[in-house]
């Protein structure tokens, strides 16, 4: 009896407090919990709960610690959708997480609290962790305590690597996002706003995901420059989706996953960058709350390390409608680009459907429109090599890559398709829960040479020196007009981001030397500077440091 009467009293809990806000209730049980005399009661210099349900939010959401170890590392008493940087939950888990080094006080960092008394409630920690993870909002019933009371009864499943090890000191950094609480028979899409406080831009060689074994995929984005202020912190649910902001998406399986990129490549992420973490993940268990921690291993090399940055392409169909008639139904795409300057030079090549999905298959594209050499089936296993005798989609989907790569005309680029099978009553659509449908096609690559036709030295008229390379604030640009030209010199990032550096309309043909000063301070890497004269165009690559 006496292991069952915490089970009541939470259950009882939720019931009376479901109608409050989650704030309201994290008010009220630190106050009972930490007002006592030997505590935070206002008698002490360093922090009083006993203030009001707003004085005391105030106090708390993004306000910096006392301790001079949780200030140092940026940490605040709550940092709103970061549980590992919120100082409080760290002072109140009391090994909640077990040897989680994410959620532990070092040892300068004082005693868990409350002081001399016993630790708060698994449920109570458990409602402190849930509503930062969701933002840490002053109003709103945004926790469900049911799910907690499920999960700490009896009615709880893990479902995570335990606390892998982070890279060595000075090899890379580990991301943590955890525990997410999946309620039974559910399947969730979540999106995570992570910014991993970069003191300096960086290129990673590999990257390894942890993830829990039940993930149907997780994607780590990066927000294109300022689409990170357009989003709240902590889980945001599907329908707050930021694919319209997002970039370079690093797409990853579950269990163990890991981009060992090629030699002489690397991913890059300048200072300020800002991830967005697409989880979708299921809980198939019908009565079990299943918890899951995600990891990421974030390992680095020192810029200019790397000779090209890897990037990354999506080619979604959305216009696919699958009709309940258990005929198999094919989609034929093309996903090229005809603005291109420079050819692909593909590592990885992917095709992805959900559980009506029969064949997935992407050949190379003919100058003719037809179709060429197939590239990519769906019933082989690369990484077995051999053809396992299925169609393999979701969470199975193969990943071809390709050691010495393999160069594709973007102009050209890639026709793919693939077929399904609907066998229920309803049409199907595109969505993004597996009891609806996907046609994407996808890829890893540098880029290569010129394109033919583009820039060839030897009967391109349009001449171009640039230097110095590296630059800092300004370049100067030897270059010979064949032709009066109207002349656009313009500077293009590794995400394809242009910023316009000159503009010069019927330039006299002739023999130049132009100073150009950048109009603004650009992050440190590789940049192409592209020059258009009239039906000429020249490309050129330089570094910025």
């Avoid at 009661?41 to 959401?61: C, D, H, K, Q, R």
């Avoid at 060992?260 to 490549?265: A, C, I, R």
């Avoid at 090229?336 to 990885?348: F, L, M, P, R, S």
């Avoid at 559980?355 to 997935?360: A, L, S």
Wanted: net charge negative; with cysteine; glycine share 6%.
């Amino acid at each position: 009896m006496k292991n069952i009467l915490p089970v009541i009293f939470f259950a009882l809990l939720s019931i009376n407090v479901k109608s409050q806000s989650t704030f309201t209730q994290i008010h009220q049980l630190l106050q009972t919990n930490c007002a006592g005399a030997s505590c935070h009661s206002g008698i002490t210099p360093t922090f009083n709960v006993t203030l009001s349900e707003s004085a005391l939010y105030s106090a708390l959401v993004n306000a910096t610690p006392v301790n001079p170890t949780a200030a140092a590392k940026g940490d605040k008493l709550i940092t709103p959708g970061y549980v590992d940087r919120s100082f409080l939950l760290r002072k109140i888990v009391h090994g909640l997480n077990e040897n989680n080094i994410h959620m532990t006080l070092a040892g300068t960092e004082g005693n868990n609290m409350p002081s001399g008394l016993p630790s708060l409630a698994k449920e109570e920690i458990e409602l402190v962790r849930q509503w930062i993870l969701r933002g840490a909002p002053q109003t709103g019933d945004v926790v469900d305590t049911d799910i907690i009371d499920l999960y700490y009864s009896g009615f709880g499943k893990d479902d995570s690597y335990p606390n892998p090890t982070p890279p060595a000191s000075g090899e890379g950094f580990q991301i943590y996002i955890g525990k997410i609480l999946v309620p039974p028979a559910t399947e969730d899409y979540y999106y995570i706003k992570h910014d991993p406080r970069l003191s300096t831009n960086i290129e990673i060689p590999k990257v390894v995901t942890l993830l829990p074994s039940n993930t149907h995929h997780f994607v780590i984005y990066k927000f294109s420059p300022g689409g990170e202020n357009n989003y709240a912190e902590g889980l945001r649910p599907e329908a707050l989706s930021s694919h319209a902001d997002v970039t370079d998406g690093i797409g990853t399986g579950p269990n163990l996953w890991e981009y060992d990129l090629p030699t002489g490549t690397a991913y890059f992420w300048a200072q300020n960058s800002v991830l967005d973490l697409n989880l979708h993940i299921r809980n198939p268990n019908p009565d079990t709350v299943m918890a899951c921690d995600l990891y990421m291993n974030i390992y680095t090399q020192p810029i200019g390390t790397a000779s090209d940055f890897m990037l990354i392409r999506n080619y979604p169909v959305f216009s696919i409608a699958i009709p309940p008639d258990n005929i198999e139904h094919e989609f034929v795409e093309v996903a090229n680009d005809v603005n291109e300057t420079k050819y692909w030079k593909v590592w990885q090549l992917y095709g992805h459907t959900h559980k009506y999905g029969t064949d997935y298959d992407i050949f190379l594209r003919n100058p003719d429109g037809t179709m060429g050499s197939q590239e990519y089936e769906s019933w082989y296993s690369y990484e077995q090599d051999f053809n396992v005798g299925y169609h393999r989609f979701g969470v199975d989907a193969t990943f071809r890559f390709y050691d010495n790569f393999l160069q594709v005309d973007p102009r050209l680029g890639w026709i793919h398709r693939a077929r399904y099978r609907n066998y229920t009553s309803d049409t199907i659509y595109w969505g993004l829960t597996s009891e609806e449908e996907m046609m994407v096609m996808g890829f890893q690559y540098i880029y290569g040479d010129l394109l033919s036709g583009i820039d060839n030295p030897d009967n391109n008229p349009l001449k171009v020196t640039v230097f110095p390379n590296p630059a800092s604030d300004m370049i100067s640009m030897n270059y010979i007009l064949p032709t009066t030209s109207d002349l656009k010199v313009e500077l293009i990032n590794i995400l394809g981001e242009k910023s316009l550096l000159m503009s010069q309309k019927n330039k006299p043909a002739g023999n130049y030397l132009d100073e150009i000063e950048f109009p603004e301070k650009y992050a440190a890497g590789i940049y192409l500077v592209a020059i258009s004269a009239g039906n000429y165009q020249s490309v050129q690559r330089i570094v910025i440091k």
